[in-house]
T-cell receptor
């Protein structure tokens, strides 16, 4: 069975450019989470969706970040404009809303120069 | 105070050693507790849930002390393959509205 799929796996971009990260959750999972991981701050929840509806976006750092989930099998996290401090690994995770276990994708390593 | 605090380590131990990690959490209303494992440059994966009565999975034992807001993980007879970062995780809220709060992790390195 396919796990959570993220693309791209690596992204290098210049400051000011738009970055779009993509996620396909495990089929049938109805909760989806976006996290950011850095050495300094660890793993931080940015936003999570339940049944495609954003439930908690309090972790989104600022207006430059936006996330959408147009259907149950696809979500995007967009950064516009990107800044060097956005460099991090971005993970997407999914689970059944009634379950405890979250399954993480392999992550997208973002470097903003 | 951080919501979930862990000693970052690293813990450097020889094969066969017993090693213990501790974690404290600040929100007394937290309902569920977990240990996740993260290998270098990989995604976190669930290692085990932590129950109030304590639970064991092979060489791994997890304990929860709600009164002290303290969670522990004990690894017996450590293997080279146990080398990883261990993340203490607390779930805020229940049901479909709950989300996970991760500690920054404790790094374990098991040497031959």
């Amino acid at each position: 069975d396919a796990g959570v799929i993220q693309s791209p796996r690596h992204e290098v971009t210049e400051m000011g450019q738009e970055v779009t990260l993509r996620c396909k959750p495990i089929s049938g999972h109805n909760s989806l989470f976006w996290y950011r991981q850095t050495m300094m701050r660890g793993l931080e929840l940015l936003i999570y969706f339940n049944n495609n509806v954003p439930i908690d976006d309090s972790g989104m750092p600022e207006d430059r970040f936006s996330a959408k989930m147009p259907n149950a099998s696809f979500s995007t996290l967009k950064i516009q404009p990107s800044e060097p401090r956005d460099s991090a690994v971005y993970f997407c995770a999914s689970r059944f809303s009634s379950a405890e276990t979250q399954y993480f994708g392999p992550g997208t390593r973002l470097l903003v120069l | 105070r951080k919501e979930v605090e862990q000693d970052p380590g690293p813990f450097n131990v020889p094969e066969g050693a017993t090693v213990a990690f501790n974690c404290t959490y600040s929100n007394s209303a937290s309902q569920s507790f977990f240990w996740y494992r993260q290998d270098c440059r990989k995604e976190p994966k669930l290692l085990m849930s932590v129950y109030s009565s304590g639970n064991e999975d092979g060489r791994f034992t997890a304990q929860l002390n709600r009164a002290s807001q303290y969670i522990s993980l004990l690894i017996r007879d450590s293997k080279l393959s146990d080398s990883a970062t261990y993340l203490c995780v607390v779930k805020k809220g229940g049901g479909s509205q709950g989300n996970l709060i991760f500690g920054k992790g404790t790094k374990l390195s098991v040497k031959p």
